[in-house]
T-cell receptor, first 112, second 116 residues
Framework: DQQVKQNSPSLSVQEGRISILNCDYT??????FLWYKKYPAEGPTFLIS?????DKNEDGRFTVFLNKSAKHLSLHIVPSQPGDSAVYFC???????????FGKGTKLSVKP | NAGVMQNPRHLVRRRGQEARLRCSPM?????VYWYRQLPEEGLKFMVY????????ESGMPKERFSAEFPKEGPSILRIQQVVRGDSAAYFC??????????????FGQGTRLTVV
């Protein structure tokens, strides 16, 4: 059973527009959420995180929103750039989980 | 300050051979995690280790797979008698805390295992 779900395997966005990547989770014990970015043939790199005590965290062009009642988080990238093209993984931890649980990823393509 | 170092980057093994994947965590990190990514899949947790201890191996296949993180040296993920289905990218991550909550885990570049 997937505890962290990214239901969109891919997303295509025009350069300069907003990219919105979504993630749902089922385990109410998760208390920390992260987004990782992964280029082909490289390891995931940390992008941004949010604690369950917050509903928003912003870092430059990247903002993560958390809706605990809906068990949903999203990553907004504004404005999107071609260099943002990568696979984005949502991850969660907390409760009895001492490790990160990842979603399957969303492949973002930003077209010039 | 080197990041998480994994070697080899690519490993080719014939069916039935053993595969050894190495991971040196970031300096100051005493917690190591191994993940596997199958083609078209996300990252699946395998095992979480602290120095000389396996904390959580709930994601490890019951047979042929083992992991260690000795007091000295890198963490090793060992796969005995490899089969074609073991072909995947294996990623190691490290963190300084018991739980990754409130801090991110840093990943290595992965080892791509191909079983022929």
């Amino acid at each position: 059973d997937q505890q962290v779900k990214q239901n969109s395997p891919s997303l295509s966005v025009q350069e300069g527009r907003i990219s919105i990547l979504n993630c749902d989770y089922t385990n109410s014990m998760f208390d920390y959420f992260l987004w990782y970015k992964k280029y082909p043939a490289e390891g995931p790199t940390f992008l941004i995180s949010i604690s369950s005590i917050k509903d928003k965290n912003e870092d430059g062009r990247f903002t993560v929103f958390l809706n605990k009642s809906a068990k949903h988080l999203s990553l907004h990238i504004v404005p999107s750039q071609p260099g943002d093209s990568a696979v984005y993984f949502c991850a969660a931890s907390g409760g009895s989980q001492g490790n990160l649980i990842f979603g399957k990823g969303t492949k973002l393509s930003v077209k010039p | 300050n080197a990041g998480v170092m994994q070697n080899p980057r690519h490993l080719v093994r014939r069916r039935g051979q053993e595969a050894r994947l190495r991971c040196s965590p970031m300096k100051g990190h005493s917690h190591v995690y191994w993940y596997r990514q199958l083609p078209e899949e996300g990252l699946k947790f395998m095992v979480y280790l602290q120095k000389e201890n396996i904390i959580d191996e709930s994601g490890m296949p019951k047979e042929r797979f083992s992991a260690e993180f000795p007091k000295e040296g890198p963490s090793i993920l060992r796969i005995q008698q490899v089969v074609r289905g073991d072909s995947a990218a294996y990623f190691c991550a490290s963190s300084p805390l018991y739980k990754t909550g409130n801090t991110e885990a840093f990943f290595g570049q992965g080892t791509r295992l191909t079983v022929v």
